[in-house]
């Protein structure tokens, strides 16, 4: 079974997940944060591969994607990095990025290359349900590969079934029309959180976006199985010294 749906077997609410970018802050650090995460109690990671122009984050992930591009990130040098990282991280890694990254990589290279490390799953915000259908699904399938869906505020009923019955790990509800990192809180989203909640969708579901604390997090895992942060982390180890100390600091203000 997918390390994913492992994890929604085992724990169905409260389940915490950390997006970081790779090669941030450093280009050496991606499996430091990774493994000092796990060691921290995260559940799952959301790993981001930098891109010039990251649409749907904000300005400290996008800040964050330019630094480690200047570091010397790329899709070739994380899949390096990642080599065998599975001898020492048990769970799931999601890789979330953009689809011109990854065709200029291939996409069947990707999909083959994400089996042999042992990436889990992938969020493209920008990889259209069709294009999934008709012409990737079989190949993410042939390398067990779940793809992660986007659900917004704005997303009809009829549209969140259709990606509910097309996924097969979890669906990202997204808390907001804004990009990631905003001033917002989940606060004015309670009727939206609580539609899809009540839609019975046999999807599990995480919401993202504007989750930056304990209490956001908590506000979130009312009406899905966990959340996502984002910015928040990528913000707290920033400029750090000691990674290892400034995440378990992090994560004990959220768990």
């Not at 079934?161 to 990192?181: A, P």
């Amino acid at each position: 079974m997918n390390k994913i749906n492992e994890l929604f077997d085992k724990k169905k609410n409260g389940i915490l997940s950390i997006f970081t970018t790779a090669g941030y802050p450093k280009l050496d650090c991606t499996l430091k944060v990774l493994e000092s995460l796990q060691s921290n109690g995260v559940d799952m990671i959301e790993l981001g591969m930098p891109f010039s122009d990251p649409l749907a984050d904000g300005p400290v992930i996008q800040n964050a994607s330019s630094i480690a591009i200047e570091n010397g990130m790329t899709l070739k040098v994380l899949f390096s990095q990642l080599e065998g990282f599975r001898s020492k991280i048990d769970i799931p890694v999601i890789l979330m990025g953009y689809m011109n990254t990854v065709l200029q990589y291939g996409i069947e290279a990707f999909c083959k290359k994400c089996e042999e490390v042992g990436i889990d799953g992938v969020i493209l915000p920008d990889l259209p349900l069709f294009e999934y259908e008709t012409m990737y699904k079989e190949l993410f399938e042939k390398h067990e590969l779940l793809n992660v869906f986007l659900v917004t505020p704005q997303t009809s009923d009829e549209r969140i079934h259709k990606l509910d019955e097309v996924s097969e790990g979890f669906i990202y509800l997204v808390s907001s029309s804004s990009t990631t990192g905003s001033t917002k809180t989940i606060g004015g989203v309670e009727d939206y959180l609580k539609r899809v909640q009540g839609m019975n969708l046999k999807s599990n579901t995480v919401v993202g976006f504007n989750i930056k604390d304990k209490k956001t997090f908590d506000e979130a895992c009312e009406y899905s199985n966990g959340a996502i942060i984002g910015s928040a982390f990528v913000k707290a180890i920033q400029n750090s010294e000691d990674l290892n100390k400034d995440i378990s600091n992090f994560v004990e203000t959220i768990k």
